[in-house]
Protein backbone atom coordinates (compact mmCIF):
# COMPACT_ATOMS: atom_id res chain seq x y z
CA UNK A 1 0.00 0.00 0.00
CA UNK A 2 3.33 2.29 0.51
CA UNK A 3 3.63 2.12 -3.40
CA UNK A 4 0.28 3.93 -4.17
CA UNK A 5 -0.58 7.17 -4.87
CA UNK A 6 1.14 10.41 -6.57
CA UNK A 7 4.44 10.21 -7.41
CA UNK A 8 4.82 6.70 -7.00
CA UNK A 9 4.70 3.12 -8.28
CA UNK A 10 0.63 2.91 -8.94
CA UNK A 11 -1.32 5.68 -9.23
CA UNK A 12 -4.51 4.31 -7.12
CA UNK A 13 -5.32 0.99 -5.67
CA UNK A 14 -6.81 -0.10 -8.61
CA UNK A 15 -3.67 -0.08 -10.82
CA UNK A 16 -2.01 -2.33 -7.91
CA UNK A 17 -4.96 -4.85 -7.90
CA UNK A 18 -4.61 -5.59 -11.74
CA UNK A 19 -0.98 -5.77 -11.75
CA UNK A 20 -1.18 -8.30 -8.51
CA UNK A 21 -3.71 -10.07 -11.13
CA UNK A 22 -1.56 -10.44 -14.40
CA UNK A 23 1.85 -11.47 -12.29
CA UNK A 24 0.21 -14.37 -10.95
CA UNK A 25 -1.42 -15.12 -14.26
CA UNK A 26 1.94 -15.27 -15.59
CA UNK A 27 3.95 -16.98 -12.30
CA UNK A 28 1.42 -19.44 -11.05
CA UNK A 29 -1.14 -19.56 -14.73
CA UNK A 30 -4.05 -18.79 -12.62
CA UNK A 31 -6.30 -16.07 -14.09
CA UNK A 32 -8.15 -14.39 -11.01
CA UNK A 33 -10.04 -10.94 -11.48
CA UNK A 34 -8.18 -7.78 -9.89
CA UNK A 35 -11.43 -7.65 -7.91
CA UNK A 36 -11.26 -11.21 -6.39
CA UNK A 37 -7.45 -10.25 -5.14
CA UNK A 38 -8.57 -7.40 -3.42
CA UNK A 39 -11.68 -9.21 -1.84
CA UNK A 40 -9.11 -12.03 -0.54
CA UNK A 41 -6.70 -9.29 0.62
CA UNK A 42 -9.61 -7.87 3.31
CA UNK A 43 -10.51 -11.26 4.08
CA UNK A 44 -7.05 -11.79 5.12
CA UNK A 45 -6.67 -8.15 7.17
CA UNK A 46 -10.13 -9.08 8.60
CA UNK A 47 -8.98 -12.48 9.41
CA UNK A 48 -5.42 -11.16 11.64
CA UNK A 49 -7.79 -8.12 13.20
CA UNK A 50 -9.93 -11.13 14.80
CA UNK A 51 -7.26 -13.38 15.83
CA UNK A 52 -5.32 -10.51 17.51
CA UNK A 53 -8.35 -9.33 19.24
CA UNK A 54 -9.33 -12.97 20.19
CA UNK A 55 -5.87 -13.21 21.86
CA UNK A 56 -6.51 -10.03 23.80
CA UNK A 57 -9.31 -11.39 25.81
CA UNK A 58 -8.36 -12.91 29.13
CA UNK A 59 -9.49 -16.55 29.60
CA UNK A 60 -9.29 -17.44 25.24
CA UNK A 61 -6.76 -19.99 24.03
CA UNK A 62 -4.36 -18.27 21.75
CA UNK A 63 -5.40 -18.26 17.96
CA UNK A 64 -2.82 -17.92 15.44
CA UNK A 65 -2.67 -15.37 13.29
CA UNK A 66 -2.79 -16.53 9.63
CA UNK A 67 -0.16 -15.80 7.12
CA UNK A 68 1.84 -13.76 9.45
CA UNK A 69 0.67 -10.11 7.87
CA UNK A 70 1.99 -7.12 8.89
CA UNK A 71 -0.06 -3.82 9.36
Known sequence: ???VGPMKKFKNKKVMWEKIATDIEDNIGRKYTFVQIENRFKTLLKRKKD???HNK???NERTD???GLRS
Open 65 to 67: VPY
Open 1 to 3: MKM
Open 57 to 59: RSG
Open 51 to 53: AIE
